[in-house]
């Protein structure tokens, strides 16, 4: 009933940036998620959280991406984007899209999209 669609990983050199965008389809509208955001993680690690969006424009980050990363919603496309500037090569992981239903708190994920920064 709820699908998360990532895109825009790839490999990039350090320094460069990338953007990845979330699409959020629902088999019924009445589907709304109070929270969205991007979570990740690399080889041998725990899933960690990047920055998140609360309904209103709240934002959240991991220290580790503050100040390089930001955090976007589009509710009329039901899409969160996550710019990525100044990348570094211990960004690199699967990045997964999450999205957390406003009625129930169900947690939803996309398939994840592979994010690789070069030294």
């Known amino acids: 009933q709820v699908q998360l669609v990532e895109s825009g990983g790839g490999l990039v050199q350090t320094g460069g940036s990338l953007r990845l965008s979330c699409a959020v389809t629902t088999t019924r509208n009445i589907f709304t998620f109070n929270v969205m955001g991007w979570y990740r993680q690399a080889p041998g690690k725990q899933r960690e959280l990047v920055a998140h969006i609360i309904s209103g424009g709240i934002t959240n980050y991991a220290d580790s991406v503050k100040g390089r990363f930001t955090i976007s919603r589009d509710h009329a496309k039901n899409m969160v984007s996550l710019q990525m500037n100044s990348l570094k090569p211990e960004d690199t992981a699967i990045y997964y899209c999450?999205?957390?239903?406003?009625?129930?708190?169900?947690?939803?994920w996309g398939q994840g999209t592979q994010v690789t920064v070069s030294s």
């Open positions: 999450n999205a957390i239903s406003s009625s129930n708190g169900a947690n939803y």
